[in-house]
Nanobody, 121 residues
Framework: VQLQASGGGLVQAGGSLTLSCAASGRTSGNYRMAWFRQAPGKEREFVASISRSTAATYYTDSVKGRFTISRDNAKNTVYLQMNSLKPEDTAVYYC???????????????WGQGTLVTVSS
């Protein structure tokens, strides 16, 4: 499985940005796609995840009400719509794939290359 993340960039605080993650390879069956992020000097943290089959979503508290994760199974693509962005959202965002419902990054065995989101104040 290969994951290709895109959509990062520079945005002002309060603005919006949409990230995409396209999966290729052996992507059949049920799995969860997630977004993680790593801010400068900090550890990578879970942001949101979605089930491929049920579209059930899960968010970390800091992004609830601002970020929306969605998927297009026909395109094997997951999106992260980010609204009301804050400077503290600045990070490299990674998409990842797991066979289980988890926020633990060690249980995600496939990772995209990361895309940088910079939110200016």
């Amino acid at each position: 499985v290969q994951l290709q993340a895109s959509g990062g960039g520079l945005v002002q605080a309060g603005g919006s940005l949409t990230l995409s993650c396209a999966a290729s390879g052996r992507t059949s069956g049920n799995y969860r796609m997630a977004w993680f992020r790593q801010a400068p000097g900090k550890e990578r943290e879970f942001v949101a995840s979605i089930s491929r089959s049920t579209a059930a979503t899960y968010y970390t508290d800091s992004v609830k009400g601002r970020f929306t994760i969605s998927r297009d199974n026909a395109k094997n693509t997951v999106y992260l719509q980010m609204n009301s962005l804050k400077p503290e959202d600045t990070a490299v965002y990674y998409c990842a794939l797991s066979n289980v419902f988890t926020t633990t990054q060690q249980l995600y065995h496939y990772w995209g290359q990361g895309t940088l989101v910079t939110v200016s104040s």
